[in-house]
Nanobody, 119 residues
Framework: QVTVVESGGGLVEPGGSLRLSCEVSGDASGVYVIRWHRQAPGKEREFVAFIGTGGTSEYADAAKGRFTISRGARNLWYLQMNKVKWGDTGVYYC??????????????WGRGTQVTVSS
């Protein structure tokens, strides 16, 4: 079983920075994909960024040039948010998707961390 816990959300001014953390515990070894998603009030959840085991990363257009997804210490990943905008407000979720048999394709989600952009 894998547990995902996000942290680091809070209040940030437009143009400011925030770093979100995603800690994965349990049987999280092997090949994986980590994704960050977000859900703004009244909107559907949307993809923000992804990183694979080898370090390959991809970003949604809204995040390109401003956000960086990275791996920290063992089983810890980050989403560095710079130059935040009003539209970045929302609950940010971390998703761990196993790419290792026998749990290949299984997704594990955290409960989210709130980011509020406000002056």
């Amino acid at each position: 079983q894998v547990t995902v816990v996000e942290s680091g959300g809070g209040l940030v001014e437009p143009g400011g920075s925030l770093r979100l953390s995603c800690e994965v515990s349990g049987d999280a070894s092997g090949v994986y994909v980590i994704r960050w998603h977000r859900q703004a009030p009244g909107k559907e959840r949307e993809f923000v960024a992804f990183i694979g085991t080898g370090g390959t990363s991809e970003y949604a257009d809204a995040a390109k040039g401003r956000f960086t997804i990275s791996r920290g210490a063992r089983n810890l990943w980050y989403l560095q948010m710079n130059k935040v905008k009003w539209g970045d407000t929302g609950v940010y979720y971390c998703e761990y998707e196993s790419r290792t048999i026998p749990t290949y394709g299984k997704e594990f989600w955290g409960r989210g961390t709130q980011v509020t952009v406000s002056s």
